[in-house]
């Protein structure tokens, strides 16, 4: 879901920094107050786990990539602002010296996949697991529905994105300035590869790293 250079228009991408800016306010401003001594070391994990993730990455039509990110299983562990803080710091790395992913599209592609990944993933799996022992079979259940769903959702932002471009930012002669597929490429051309693959892998992913949380420390999942 990696948004490059030149695919977002002004309007676009500096919304979407307009967006990010106040969330990652409110994520430091709250892990300041909240985030525990021994929970730290979570959150550099996650980040560098869900950077390394988000590098097997497939590109797809419509100038973007589709890949698991990881999202949802660092919201279990450590809170969906923490995870929001983690997955933004592995992509911004990734644009700034792997080139994966513009710069100009950094506030896009935070909030496709580090906010809205967070988030819905998160309030997903609390939905699904519900007051169920940290052991329980559900808790891992909740896991893959959440980080298959929350995937699913951010595809769809970054589809949305890509397809208005032809209709906010055109030439004077009628060319797109910018991504030059309209809603009806993008939304199915991106869909359909999470749907049925990426999706997949980031629920099976989720559910076998619960599972072995589970196991071995599932205080974790307190």
């Known amino acids: 879901m990696h948004i490059p250079d030149g695919y977002l228009g002004p309007a676009t991408y500096g919304t979407m920094y307009a967006v990010m800016v106040p969330l990652w306010a409110a994520a430091s ?9 021994k929970q730290v070391p979570y959150l550099a994990l996650g980040a560098a786990f869900s950077f390394v993730i988000m590098m097997f990455n497939i590109p797809v039509i419509g100038g973007t990539t589709g890949h698991a990110v990881g999202a949802t299983l660092i919201a279990v562990l450590i809170g969906p602002w923490a995870a929001m803080i983690a997955v933004s710091a592995a992509l911004i ?3 700034l010296l792997f080139g994966d992913g513009g710069i100009t599209a950094i506030g896009a592609n935070c909030f496709n996949i580090a906010a809205v990944g967070s988030f819905v993933g998160y309030g997903l799996y609390r939905l699904f697991a519900a007051v169920s022992a940290p052991t329980a079979r559900r808790r891992w259940i ?4 959440a980080a298959y769903v929350s995937l699913n959702i951010s595809a769809l932002f970054t ?11 055109k030439a004077p002669d009628g060319r797109p300035l910018y991504a030059p597929f309209p809603l009806e490429i993008t939304i199915p051309a991106i869909a359909m590869e999470h749907l049925f693959l ?9 559910a076998l790293v619960i599972r072995y949380i589970q196991r071995n420390e599932p205080e974790l999942l307190g």
């Open 142 to 145: 909740a896991g893959a529905v």
């Open 198 to 206: 990426f999706g997949l892998v980031e629920a099976v992913m989720t």
């Open 29 to 37: 401003w709250k892990l300041d107050k909240a985030l525990k001594v």
């Open 159 to 169: 589809a949305v994105q890509l397809g208005i471009q032809p209709m906010i930012a």
């Open 93 to 95: 790395i990734q644009a």
